[in-house]
């Protein structure tokens, strides 16, 4: 198992779905983080939790919803998406309360 | 407010040449400094990671970066590039304590054979 894990790789969804992204980390993290990385932008960081507990919200579209059930599992769910929303979202992990974060494979997402 | 600068979108580097990565900063307090790789369609994988001591910090597949404290910098470097190197490298910093990295913009490196 890699450290991080995220499914699906590749997802392609219409502006009128729902889907969801799921994130598993196997290294013992408490901290899990989601990152969005569109071209030709800097990492945005979009939802931190800590301890099961969000932590941040960076001024996120209310489209975008984080669920983190346990320290193991950060999931994405996503509806009414505009094309715009189209990236690698990346997920991540680290103690909490430390910098030291360890990323998943991300999932490619377009919106059509 | 913690912010990164990575002066080079693209280097291009020949294989055997050395290599050097600019990585500027900002941040009120000591800065935990990272450099992370990403290979096209994948994940970051760490390199290296700068907390306290000794400014010099070795990190896998040969990089080695330099913390240099007065010119707020934390240059990535090998001395010969594979091609398997080509790659986006993002250097990031964050506080002593807290779980929010800011990361810079990114250095995507070509290397020419």
């Known amino acids: 198992e890699t450290g991080v894990t995220q499914t699906p790789r590749h997802l392609v969804m219409g502006m009128t779905n729902k889907k969801s992204l799921k994130c598993e980390q196997h290294l013992g993290h408490n901290a899990m983080y989601w990152y969005k990385q569109s071209a030709k932008k800097p990492l945005e960081l979009m939802f931190v939790y800590s301890l099961e507990e969000r932590v941040e919200n960076n001024s996120v579209p209310s489209r975008f919803s984080p669920e983190c059930p346990n320290s193991s599992h950060l999931f994405l769910h996503l509806h009414t998406l505009q094309p715009e929303d189209s990236a690698l979202y990346l997920c991540a992990s680290s103690r909490a309360g430390q910098n030291e974060a360890f990323f998943g494979q991300g999932t490619r997402l377009t919106v059509v | 407010a913690q912010s990164v600068t990575q002066p080079d979108i693209h280097i291009t580097v020949s294989e055997g040449a050395s290599l050097e990565l600019r990585c500027n900063y900002s941040?009120?307090?000591?800065?935990?400094l990272f450099w992370y790789v990403q290979s096209p369609g994948q994940g970051l994988q760490l390199l290296l990671k700068y907390f306290s001591g000794d400014t010099l910090v070795q990190g896998i597949k040969g990089f080695e970066a330099e913390f240099k404290r007065s010119q707020s910098s934390f240059n990535l470097r090998k001395p010969s590039v594979h091609w398997s190197d080509a790659a986006e490298y993002f250097c990031?910093?964050?506080?002593?304590?807290?779980?929010?990295?800011?990361f810079g913009a990114g250095t995507i490196l070509r290397v020419k054979s």
């Open positions: 990031a910093v964050g506080a002593s304590y807290g779980n929010k990295l800011v």
């Open positions: 941040y009120g307090a000591t800065p935990y």
